[in-house]
């Protein structure tokens, strides 16, 4: 019989069909104006040969071989859920009671699930607080550089990811939106908690209006055809080199708005010594963008109502706080900070729904649980942590301590996608003595742990998916029966507390469907308080979905607004209430790598620097999948070459190279290689080359750090660097590789099929 269910993911709501307990189809929301393509992924990948069926346990580690190269090569035994949760319950109590609660690092990252109640993460950390805490990681892969130097700057991270000057506002005032890094049309199909409405009809409506787009990066394709922008092509890592020449022609002719910069700033006079030299004819040389064209655009700056944007892959470079600091001065120097429409946001075209029309409305999420242990990281330095218990790591002005971690427990999330250098990481994941992870599919994450518990899909249970930029809530109705032996995590977790004698606490004595109303109900009284009546538990599953009032066109936002209009009444929440082009705070820090004021810094790796055979690689978001999920899928694999994910040259670059479209090559520099497809692409900058990330880790050697990843992993290339000691985000955009034609036979792709399990006697 054939059932239709609603149901959700972070690439969009849709409808389930199933029959005979299989997912055979999906059907996008009837009120997705651009539903997103990955969703046909989802049959093939739910069913995928790589689902994890049951419990497994490493071999190695069941005889007693913990911490050790074995992880990624050892086989898995199958065991049941009773031996497995006693197994986990002791080695739990063990770690504790040897080397503290700060021993266990609780590493799960986020898009785990767009559901709010079986979100990994929060489960997990749950579990963890409860039991007596854990060491954790702050901030984002995606943005975790802004993050930390953001409220430096303007005193929230609201212009990074939050509610920002939406999209009406900037088509109804802006005549000019500057992008720099672009404005990717496929990363608005996927947001965090799932959703109805992407950005791509307002921008086009922005341009519809008459906005004028200039796409400033190293690639064409960063911005959709739809809007028809310039392309000014740059070297990659140079942004902030042409931001400063930009301010300092608009000094040069004396045009910098002096009242702004007096009444709404404080650092100006510090900030504009250091711009004396950063001219157009100097940026010329780092950037490749002609002088004449930075004047000019400069001068367009001036002379009419202006948005400035950067992608957040801009900061995940080397010293990626300075574009970011430096397009903020040039907004200042504008004096358009809060006037409608306009001044600077970042993130415009890094995820969905981001600079939608919004109401500050109520979230739905589980509740936070308190953490005994203070001790935390940065999200990007977990390899340092592995690497140096007992050491010290400079963040944001303060020395963090660096426990011994023995036990790393994951829940959603994947290391061995979202972080760099993964031959460093695999070299440091060899120390814990265990390693725990709850896990739908043989991940590479999954391959390399010691425990692996089968978590079910979101298609497998009950759940309600929200996400702050859309203004639908949808119920999620379990589509399909558990696979396998795959449990849910609140369940894998509950069972573990009552081994440990915490589970009234843990579950607060609720079912997921008890849960869910509790949740739901929670958040329709806060609802209630702010004047929307939303519908009771049982309307809202029965109807499938919520909306909220739209925004009516008069009400469009535009950020800092009050603060433009009155500085002394409507401070920043800085410390000086003022937007600081001159931090006392950060200067105070004393940091060579990150002064009090934006600066011009060499990157590490960059073109500037290169060998002549060297090319710059960018690792983007691809549009065949959300990060490493639905790589399974029928849409990621009809995008590969020969199996391979596809690596993005110019033509000439190519054709130097004795290459061609489709052939397979070899991608390396010291810190690994990998095989990928060949793809020509006449809209890249010459030296430029882009291979997505995504492709799920496949070494050709398992376990052993500097194999080839026979699969296209580009994180086998990209630096494990901190941006600075101030921010301590990813670097991943400053890497130089080299290009050789693969001749050997090609050696298979295995990411898909379950590795090696073997019976142990009882």
Not at 67 to 72: H, L, T
Not at 299 to 312: K, N, R
Not at 711 to 732: C, E, K, M, R, W
Request: glycine share 10%.
């Amino acid at each position: 019989m054939t059932e239709i269910k609603p149901h959700a993911a972070h690439w969009g709501f849709f409808d389930a069909v199933t029959e005979g307990g299989r997912l055979v189809a999906v059907r996008p929301f009837a009120r997705d104006p651009v539903p997103a393509t990955l969703i046909d992924s989802m049959p093939a990948t739910v069913h995928s040969a790589a689902r994890v069926d049951q419990p497994y346990v490493r071999k190695g580690w069941l005889e007693g071989r913990r911490a050790g190269q074995a992880r990624g090569a050892d086989p898995f035994v199958p065991v049941s859920w009773d031996r497995v949760t006693r197994l986990l319950a002791e080695e739990t109590a063990r770690i504790r009671a040897e080397h503290g609660d700060a021993a266990i690092y609780g590493g799960s990252y986020g898009w785990s699930s767009a559901g709010r109640f079986h979100h990994a993460k929060s489960q997990l950390q749950r579990y963890l607080g409860l039991g007596g805490g854990y060491t954790t990681s702050i901030n984002a892969y995606s943005y975790a550089t802004a993050q930390a130097l953001i409220p430096h700057v303007v005193g929230t991270n609201e212009i990074v990811l939050g509610r920002m000057t939406d999209w009406a506002a900037i088509a109804q005032h802006a005549k000019l939106m500057l992008c720099f890094g672009g404005l990717a049309a496929k990363n608005g199909y996927v947001t965090s908690g799932g959703a109805a409405m992407t950005y791509g009809p307002n921008m086009r409506a922005a341009r519809a209006a008459g906005l004028r787009f200039v796409n400033i990066s190293p690639y064409r394709g960063d911005t959709e055809d739809a809007l028809a922008a310039e392309w000014v092509p740059i070297r990659p890592g140079t942004d902030a080199a042409m931001i400063l020449a930009m301010i300092q022609h608009i000094m040069a002719l004396g045009r910098e708005d002096r009242g702004f910069l007096a009444t709404h700033c404080v650092g100006w006079d510090k900030l504009a010594p250091t711009l004396a030299g950063k001219t157009p004819e100097w940026a010329e040389g780092l950037t490749g963008v002609p002088a004449a064209t930075i004047r000019d655009l400069a001068e367009q700056c001036l002379a009419q109502p202006t948005m400035l944007t950067a992608a957040w892959s801009l900061q995940r470079a080397d010293y990626g706080e300075q574009p970011y600091w430096a397009l903020i001065a040039l907004a200042a120097a504008l004096g358009n900070i809060g006037k409608p429409g306009q001044g600077v946001a970042f993130g415009y075209g890094s995820s969905g729904g981001i600079g939608n029309p919004r109401r500050e409305m109520p979230s739905i999420s589980l509740p936070a649980t308190r953490n005994p242990v203070s001790h935390f990281i940065p999200v990007g330095r977990v390899t340092e942590l592995l690497e140096r218990p007992g050491g010290t790591l400079h963040y944001n002005g303060r020395d963090l301590a660096l426990p011994d971690i023995r036990m790393v427990w994951w829940a959603g999330g994947n290391p061995f996608h979202h972080h760099q250098d993964l031959n460093r990481l695999l070299r440091a994941w060899a120390k814990p003595e265990t390693i725990v992870v709850q896990e739908p599919w043989w991940t590479a994450l999954a391959r390399h742990a010691d425990i692996v518990l089968p978590a079910t899909t979101t298609l497998e249970r009950n759940d309600i998916a929200h996400s702050s930029r859309d203004r639908f809530v949808r119920a999620m109705h379990q589509a399909i029966p558990p696979q396998g032996l795959a449990r849910n995590d609140h369940d894998i977790l509950a069972d573990l507390a009552d081994a440990q004698g915490f589970r009234a606490r843990f579950t607060e004595q609720r079912d997921e469907g008890a849960w869910l109303r509790f949740l739901y109900d929670k958040w329709r009284t806060a609802c209630a308080r702010q004047g929307f009546a939303a519908p009771d538990f049982d309307s809202f599953w029965a109807e499938g979905h919520v909306e909220m009032p739209p925004i009516e066109a008069h009400e469009a936002f535009t950020q800092f607004s009050d603060f433009a209009a009155d500085p002394e009444a409507n401070p920043l929440d800085t410390p000086s209430g003022k937007v600081e082009l001159f931090s006392e705070t950060i200067a105070a820090f004393q940091r060579p790598d990150c002064p009090g004021h934006p600066t011009w810094f060499t990157p590490r790796e960059w073109l500037g620097a290169a060998a002549a055979d060297e090319l710059h690689l960018l690792s983007q978001q691809p549009p065949t999948r959300l990060h490493s999920q639905l790589d399974p899928g029928p849409i990621a694999a009809a995008d590969k070459i020969q199996g391979r994910e596809p690596i993005r040259m110019h033509p000439e670059d190519a054709a130097a190279r004795g290459l061609a479209e489709g052939q397979v090559v070899r991608v390396f520099n010291a810190r690994g290689a990998c095989l990928a497809g060949v793809r020509c692409d006449a809209n890249l900058t010459r030296g430029v080359v882009l291979l997505a990330t995504g492709a799920w880790f496949d070494p050709l050697e398992p376990g052993v750090p500097g194999s080839l990843c026979v699969h296209g992993n580009p994180n086998v290339l990209t630096a494990d660097i901190g941006t600075s000691s101030l921010t301590q985000g990813p670097s991943a955009q400053s890497c130089l590789v080299r290009v050789e034609a693969w001749t050997a036979p090609l050696p298979p792709v295995r990411s898909f099929q379950p590795p090696v399990i073997e019976e142990m006697p009882a």
